[in-house]
Nanobody, 115 residues
């Protein structure tokens, strides 16, 4: 049974930082592309950042220079370091693992940025 478990969300003031973690089990973590998505109320889910099995990274334009994605294959964990947070970053953040036509989602963690 595959599980992706996120942690690290919370309430932070604008300009602050948070680090999200997602630990996977039940899959060969190192061969999966891992990503962080977010969904704000009334909006579609969007990709925030992704990191491939080979380490290739991509970011949404809105978070470039502020967020950093990384992975630790020994710990089956992907991280999202979020700095200089803005109120518009408020959303539920979801971890995603994908390989070919197979993908898995975490349950989501709430990030709220107050102004």
């Amino acid at each position: 049974q595959v599980q992706l478990v996120e942690s690290g969300g919370g309430l932070v003031q604008a300009g602050g930082s948070l680090r999200l973690s997602c630990t996977a089990s039940g899959l060969i973590f190192s061969i999966y592309t891992m990503g962080w998505y977010r969904q704000a109320p009334g909006k579609q889910r969007e990709l925030v950042a992704g990191i491939g099995s080979g380490g290739r990274i991509n970011y949404a334009d809105s978070v470039k220079g502020r967020f950093t994605i990384s992975r630790d294959n020994a710990k089956n964990t992907v991280y999202l370091q979020m700095n200089s947070l803005k109120p518009e970053d408020t959303a539920v953040y979801y971890c995603n693992g994908r390989r070919d036509w197979v993908e898995y989602w975490g349950q989501g963690t709430q990030v709220t940025v107050s102004s």
